[in-house]
């Protein structure tokens, strides 16, 4: 294992300092118990945004906090979820009465976590509504399971919800901009390579050289199916059409395409992907109003893609569109 | 009582939790490669984290009932584990502090009603059905263990806690040929089968510990 | 070799058609011959500028192109500087008669290139200046050598002169603008892996598990010495002492810091040497006025980083801070 | 003439040119891994690249002259190569061109100036000296035993080819040792030596190919 960190225990804290430094301007950086704050926090009479998972998924989440997107972002170790004793006070900095919106990947231990968190800040006086994201089509969706991961979507999630806070929307209508994001949007990934855990310092998963994980997740959990290496394209259309097919995407629907590296993959190849995966839509008579390219939710190094596909209403397009400012997406600002 | 056997003391608890602290250390790696193979590689890093923190309330502010300690140990799990392991220990933790009460010792009734609420507590939390291959496979057969052993009546708690420490070894075991439908393992469907749930074999090496620390 | 490509000659040219497609707002990506400009081009009454060089540096030179940066991106085979038949027109159409700038990074292949390319532009009635980057610091510079290579300080000079352009500066003006950019910075890298060029379909350079290359360029090639691993602080300092030595950096200098990430190496990690690179550079009276952290000069998959130091005057900073509106780097817009 | 030699006319040159496509295609790998060791891996691709695109320059518009063919030549890897390879090679390919003028065919005194102007060319667009370790290694023993061989007047060009390649072949060997200071084997200062310049070795293939394709 080679990597750029001092110890492998240290990596978050080291990282979010670091973080903390160049984004001095934007963010508030709590070390013990560890959160990342909006500056300006608590904005009056905004609706707060907390989201947070394990680290390893940089920018998620604490290059979202800012104008716009989320008010404070919740770093566990290293895929591991945070605990209620950082939940707790980060959701406590940044309501300004009008309440708190936890968004929450779903994971079992994203999901307690928050859960405790809420109740806590509740019994602290905060109203708190929570945004489940559970995207992926790799999962199947059931009762009598864990049900779907959280994944690309969480980025769309964000970012729309915090428009609709910052536009003023109420705490009941955040929280519902948020799960109609989440009703409309499916994701489904792919690994070309393994990840390495600092702390455990061999890969996540072993891989031979021809092969790929059709379905993964974003903790280096392997993934639903093993299959031989393909070309850009044909795992294009393994990931897309499930997700067209979840979403029931039909001719004259307008979308959101999202290609997101999953760390370790150069930028040229998501733009292979995105080609592909809009030349399908094309196909399809789906319109791809919006765009987005890039390492957004990660798994540390490694190589692999995610493909997201939002399906847009006129609200949702210009939510998008509302000017954002945080260390790992701006615009408008 | 009709044998020779003490309950279980303060003493006992602080040294179960440091012989669990040790097990933790011990297997880390061990539990990190079973969490490997079925979820994401940090089980054996989340409890060693977890529990060193536990070791380090205790020293700052030494309980004075098993109960007491029991709690400190959940709150500290609550808030060092993270992950899926801390709320479910931090809640079986709790729940067994609560039904343990102030009581300065702990008799066999006393002790599998806490083992018990432990269980209790994580399938409250996480609503996993024994089979899913998670913690619960490890909790229920120590339950019903422990009941049987301390409705045998004879009175030594070691008993009970032995009894309870084998069947969380054989539950942890039997979890082998299961397919996860709880926690992350179960995004694996098919492929979770053939491999041990990391989940219960930490609740199996915490549950020995309560043996060894009752010896 | 896993990649996410379809054919290895194709690399290039679909990863512009899904960059064409994915940033069509922005840009207009010309196939035959291949060069990106931005939509609006030519600008009217504005300096052209253009940049360009071997594929596989993304967002380099393509993600750049926009209002505040680059009129012209002029992409070549993966590591190979593009040729004269495309440079030459991507000229001509960002003229608008007030000249083009060209941005040239000191390898022999892109000042050949570029250099019959703006003899042709000349002859065709196009006044073109050109600036030459070479900001690498591993690399010695002399007159009997081919000197020192342009690497992260180029994506400086490309913002700060683009900013000039945009304001109304003249050509001689932008150009100047640019070389003080380029005399003010200096750079350094480190690879932990090497990177695969998909046509060549082997690792680069060998490395073993427990070695690193020190002072590496952009292409893949080796660095100027191997050393065994070494932690992310002993590193950042290996890298930043000899930019500051050479920059004659002071206490009561202000700089900008960029931590650039070579394409594989996760966020998180850049940002543990960000925090080191600002640590020194506090302890050493120097103020970080702004900073850069993330992929924008990359070496395909390679996993590393480069740390550049650029000196700033009132004047840069104002330039650092005009608003850019391009695929990969946005603000104030 | 002393000799029964022809001098060299157009369809040597397309001979040569295609032998050259060839020795690029096969060679192409073994470019690669030369320019890998100390550059940045493309150069086999890069004049592969280039020489398939003279031959569809070829098949469009058969040249006339010797010049004209090699004229084509220099604009189609100007146009398709790229890197440090493209220009110099472009340029070496221009000036020989010029140096030939349309005369129909080439007798050993136009050739060995021929040479020489390419040389040239290359030196005056790469500035770099014998013992740089770049292709004018290469080409500058090509130019001196060409003229040796040229003077030497008994009007056989084939003899100052072979002399040509020859010497091509040794002066692409000599670089093995080498420290580069020119190019991007620069970089790496004295962990150049010890490998031999990719650049020096593609010019050597031409050199053999324009005697293989005359005999
Ligand atoms: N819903 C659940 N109910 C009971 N136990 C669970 C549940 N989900 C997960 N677990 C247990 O948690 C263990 C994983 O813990 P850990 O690896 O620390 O957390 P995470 O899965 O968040 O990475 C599993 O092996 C399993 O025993
Ligand atoms: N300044 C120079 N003068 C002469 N030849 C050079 C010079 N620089 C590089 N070369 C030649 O170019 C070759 C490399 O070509 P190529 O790999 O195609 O281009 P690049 O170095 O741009 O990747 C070198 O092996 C060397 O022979
Ligand atoms: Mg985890
Ligand atoms: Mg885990
Ligand atoms: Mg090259
Ligand atoms: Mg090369």
Same mark, same amino acid.
């Given at each position: 294992?080679?990597?750029?960190?001092n110890?492998p225990?240290a990596?978050?804290?080291?990282?979010?300092e670091g973080?903390?430094?160049a $984004?001095?301007?934007?963010?508030t950086v709590?070390?013990?118990p560890?959160?990342?704050?909006?500056?300006?926090?608590p904005?009056?009479g905004k609706?707060g945004?907390?989201s947070?998972?394990?680290?390893?998924?940089?920018?998620?989440h604490?290059g979202f906090v800012?104008?716009?997107?989320?008010?404070a972002?919740v770093p566990g170790a290293?895929?591991?979820?945070?605990?209620?004793d950082?939940?707790?006070p980060a959701?406590?900095a940044?309501n300004s009465?009008?309440?708190?919106?936890?968004i929450?990947k779903?994971?079992?231990?994203d999901v307690?976590?928050?859960e405790?968190?809420?109740e806590m800040a509740e019994?602290?006086?905060?109203?708190?509504?929570?945004?489940l994201?559970n995207d992926d089509?790799a999962?199947e969706d059931?009762?009598?399971?864990?049900?779907?991961r959280?994944?690309?979507?969480?980025?769309?999630?964000e970012?729309?919800?915090?428009?609709a806070?910052e536009?003023?929307d109420d705490?009941?209508a955040v929280?519902?901009?948020?799960?109609?994001?989440n009703?409309?949007v499916?994701?489904?990934?792919?690994?070309l390579?393994?990840?390495t855990v600092p702390?455990a310092?061999?890969?996540?998963?072993?891989?031979?050289e021809?092969e790929i994980?059709?379905? *993964?997740g974003? $903790?280096?959990?392997p993934?639903r $199916?093993?299959i031989?290496?393909e070309?850009?394209d044909?795992?294009t259309d393994?990931?897309?059409?499930?997700i067209?097919?979840?979403?029931? *995407?039909a001719?004259?629907?307008k979308v959101l395409?999202f290609?997101?590296?999953m760390?370790?993959t150069?930028?040229?190849?998501?733009?292979?992907?995105y080609r592909?995966?809009?030349?399908v839509l094309?196909?399809?008579?789906?319109a791809v109003e919006?765009? =987005?390219?890039g390492?957004?939710?990660?798994?540390?190094e490694m190589?692999?893609?995610?493909?997201?596909? =939002?399906?847009?209403?006129?609200?949702l397009t210009s939510?998008w569109?509302?000017p954002v400012h945080?260390?790992?997406l701006?615009w408008g600002i | 009582? #009709?044998h020779?056997?003490?309950?279980?003391?303060v003493?006992w608890?602080?040294?179960?939790?440091?012989?669990s602290?040790?097990?933790?250390?011990d297997h880390?790696?061990?539990l990190?490669?079973?969490?490997r193979?079925?979820?994401?590689?940090d089980h #054996?890093?989340?409890m060693?984290?977890?529990?060193k923190?536990?070791m380090?309330?205790?020293?700052?502010?030494p309980?004075?009932?098993p109960g007491?300690a029991?709690?400190l140990t959940?709150?500290a799990?609550?808030?060092?584990v993270g992950g899926?392991? #801390?709320?479910l220990?931090?809640?079986?933790?709790?729940?067994?502090?609560?039904?343990l009460?102030d009581a300065?010792d702990?008799?066999?009734?006393a002790l599998a009603a806490?083992?018990?609420a432990?269980?209790?507590?994580?399938?409250?939390?996480?609503k996993?059905?024994?089979?899913?291959?998670?913690?619960?496979?490890a909790?229920?057969?120590?339950?019903?263990a422990a009941a049987a052993?301390?409705?045998?009546g004879?009175?030594?708690?070691?008993k009970?806690?032995l009894?309870?420490a084998?069947?969380a070894?054989?539950?942890a075991?039997a979890?082998?040929?299961?397919i996860a439908r709880k926690?992350?393992?179960?995004?694996?469907?098919?492929r979770s089968?053939?491999?041990?749930?990391?989940?219960?074999v930490?609740?199996a090496l915490?549950?020995?510990a309560?043996?060894?620390?009752?010896k």
């Amino acid at each position: 294992m080679k990597k750029l960190i001092n110890d492998p225990r240290a990596v978050v804290d080291e990282s979010v300092e670091g973080f903390g430094l160049a $984004h001095a301007d934007l963010v508030t950086v709590s070390s013990e118990p560890k959160f990342i704050t909006r500056k300006d926090a608590p904005v009056a009479g905004k609706v707060g945004l907390v989201s947070g998972g394990g680290s390893g998924h940089e920018p998620l989440h604490g290059g979202f906090v800012g104008v716009g997107m989320l008010d404070a972002a919740v770093p566990g170790a290293v895929f591991t979820s945070p605990t209620p004793d950082q939940i707790i006070p980060a959701t406590l900095a940044v309501n300004s009465g009008a309440g708190v919106v936890h968004i929450v990947k779903n994971y079992t231990g994203d999901v307690l976590n928050f859960e405790t968190a809420a109740e806590m800040a509740e019994a602290e006086g905060v109203q708190v509504r929570t945004v489940l994201v559970n995207d992926d089509v790799a999962v199947e969706d059931s009762l009598y399971t864990a049900g779907r991961r959280g994944v690309g979507g969480t980025v769309l999630v964000e970012k729309i919800a915090g428009a609709a806070a910052e536009r003023g929307d109420d705490l009941d209508a955040v929280a519902a901009i948020g799960d109609r994001v989440n009703q409309n949007v499916r994701s489904m990934g792919v690994a070309l390579s393994a990840c390495t855990v600092p702390h455990a310092g061999v890969p996540s998963f072993d891989l031979e050289e021809n092969e790929i994980e059709i379905g *993964i997740g974003i $903790h280096g959990e392997p993934g639903r $199916h093993r299959i031989p290496m393909e070309n850009a394209d044909a795992i294009t259309d393994r990931l897309l059409e499930p997700i067209l097919a979840d979403l029931g *995407i039909a001719s004259g629907d307008k979308v959101l395409l999202f290609v997101n590296g999953m760390g370790g993959t150069p930028q040229s190849e998501l733009y292979i992907v995105y080609r592909r995966a809009a030349q399908v839509l094309a196909e399809k008579g789906v319109a791809v109003e919006r765009s =987005l390219v890039g390492n957004y939710i990660t798994s540390l190094e490694m190589q692999g893609c995610s493909v997201t596909v =939002l399906r847009l209403d006129d609200e949702l397009t210009s939510l998008w569109d509302a000017p954002v400012h945080t260390p790992a997406l701006r615009w408008g600002i | 009582m #009709g044998h020779l056997t003490v309950g279980l003391d303060v003493d006992w608890a602080v040294r179960w939790l440091t012989l669990s602290a040790q097990a933790m250390a011990d297997h880390r790696v061990e539990l990190i490669e079973l969490d490997r193979a079925i979820g994401d590689s940090d089980h #054996g890093e989340n409890m060693d984290r977890g529990f060193k923190a536990v070791m380090d309330k205790l020293a700052e502010a030494p309980p004075a009932t098993p109960g007491a300690a029991l709690k400190l140990t959940a709150m500290a799990l609550m808030s060092k584990v993270g992950g899926a392991a #801390g709320p479910l220990y931090g809640t079986a933790f709790l729940r067994a502090s609560t039904s343990l009460g102030d009581a300065p010792d702990i008799d066999p009734a006393a002790l599998a009603a806490a083992i018990e609420a432990a269980r209790d507590g994580v399938v409250a939390r996480g609503k996993a059905e024994p089979g899913d291959k998670t913690m619960v496979d490890a909790w229920t057969p120590a339950v019903e263990a422990a009941a049987a052993a301390a409705a045998a009546g004879d009175g030594d708690v070691l008993k009970v806690l032995l009894a309870a420490a084998e069947a969380a070894e054989a539950g942890a075991v039997a979890t082998d040929p299961l397919i996860a439908r709880k926690g992350r393992a179960s995004y694996l469907g098919e492929r979770s089968a053939g491999h041990r749930d990391p989940g219960a074999v930490s609740t199996a090496l915490i549950l020995r510990a309560a043996a060894g620390a009752a010896k």
